[in-house]
């Protein structure tokens, strides 16, 4: 799966839906809305490759997104301990 993104945490792609709906939202690029789909599908995906460490993620728990933690900005499950850099 193709999309326009980077290793940004998802509401990177999601945050922006619950203020404009870019249904039929498209350029030269992107089809917006579309792109944000995929982003999220190939996140699921990635998330669900984590349950050797996360064992509590499975098909309806999910995902990775921005948080605070006492020493710097990160991504939730990076707190944890994995990092997949």
């Known amino acids: 799966m193709r999309y326009i993104g ?7 792609h999601q945050y922006s839906q619950a203020w404009f709906d870019f ?3 498209r350029d030269k690029y992107a089809d917006y809305f579309r792109n944000s ?9 990635f998330c669900l490759e984590l349950t050797k460490h996360f064992p509590s993620y499975g098909e309806n728990l999910w995902g990775i997104s921005a948080s605070d933690s006492p020493k710097r900005l990160c991504g939730l499950g990076w707190a944890a301990g994995y990092r997949a850099d």
């Open 6 to 12: 980077s290793f940004a945490p998802i509401f990177v």
């Open 23 to 25: 249904r039929g939202k």
């Open 37 to 45: 789909i995929t982003a999220t599908q190939v996140h699921r995906h």
